[in-house]
């Protein structure tokens, strides 16, 4: 089963294509969701998800921008190599699909795993954002807080999915582990329907996709939680930045959002009532709100 032949989700006035990114002579095809006009805001997704993350999003913010959500490499609808799912090379995928779009800067909006590309797009590469909105990631001076080391366990399935049997239950079955990471947060909350789920869960059936899950957990994630500290040690962040945590994640509550001292320009972070993980799905209104903030 290919990436062609799942069923696109559909949402009013959203048009798709594959967009060709080169990157080192290697050529990979993104595809890219897109509404509206006006100022340019890319939509990132996390784990496990793709561009469908930002239902609830696209049609409010798309009235007055220009609305891109991406499936990143190995995700949704995009190209899954067999290599390349590490942050340096993630982050140059993004850096590519801006240049083929032909978008000079943006408003970048990431969530889950690829907050950690938002991070180091801001830092390396800040004249290409006009402004970071973070969902579910804490600035990179939090650190691990006692509080949020007793609450690790709760992502004991990282270890199952990069084991030599992750790929395996990720696609097989009921696909119990996949459902558990997007059900296993915050029951209850209505992020999302079985229709919703259907559509995460369909394209991890594909081996190649669910071999690239545990690769950019494996190459990416894991890497990425050890490393973020040392990202922001001796610099300084010039984008405006908006972090926004459901108050109902049982890890990220545990978070430090204290001051970040002279380290920031303009970093604000925002506690999401009545959300957990998914604060796109749970919290649509205040993704919106906060991007608008940015974008006035």
Do not use: N
Not at 119 to 124: K, M, Q, V
Not at 165 to 183: C, D, K, S, T, Y
């Amino acid at each position: 089963m290919s990436a062609l032949e799942l069923r696109m989700p559909d949402l009013a006035d959203v048009t798709h294509r594959m967009v060709q990114v080169h990157e080192h002579g290697d050529a990979l095809a993104l595809h890219v969701a897109e509404a509206g006009a006006g100022v340019p805001v890319l939509l990132l997704h996390g784990s496990p998800q793709h561009w469908w993350e930002y239902r609830r999003v696209i049609p409010e913010l798309a009235a007055d921008h220009r609305v891109i959500a991406a499936d990143l490499r190995g995700a949704g609808w995009s190209d899954a190599p067999d290599h390349g799912y590490d942050e340096a090379q993630q982050t140059a995928d993004v850096l590519a699909l801006l240049d083929a779009l032909g978008i000079e800067r943006v408003h970048l909006v990431v969530h889950d795993y690829s907050a950690f590309l938002g991070w180091r797009l801001a830092f390396d590469h800040p004249d290409r954002l006009a402004s970071l909105t973070a969902l579910g990631s804490p600035h990179p001076w939090s650190g691990i807080t006692p509080r949020m080391a007793l609450q690790l366990w709760r992502a004991w399935f990282q270890q199952v999915i990069i084991s030599p049997f992750g790929p395996r239950l990720i696609a097989g079955g009921r696909q119990r582990l996949v459902r558990h990471m997007i059900e296993g947060y915050a029951p209850g909350l209505g992020g999302c329907d079985v229709d919703d789920l259907e559509c995460f869960l369909a394209p991890l059936r594909d081996p190649v996709r669910a071999r690239a899950l545990a690769r950019t957990y494996r190459s990416l994630v894991l890497p990425g939680m050890m490393t973020m500290a040392a990202l922001g040690r001796r610099r300084r962040l010039t984008v405006p930045t908006r972090i926004l945590l459901g108050a109902r994640d049982p890890i990220m509550r545990a978070a430090r959002t204290d001051d970040v001292g002279d380290r920031a320009d303009d970093l604000v972070a925002i506690w999401v009532k009545d959300a957990a993980h998914y604060i796109a799905s749970e919290r649509p209104d205040a993704v919106v709100a906060a991007v608008r903030e940015l974008t006035r």
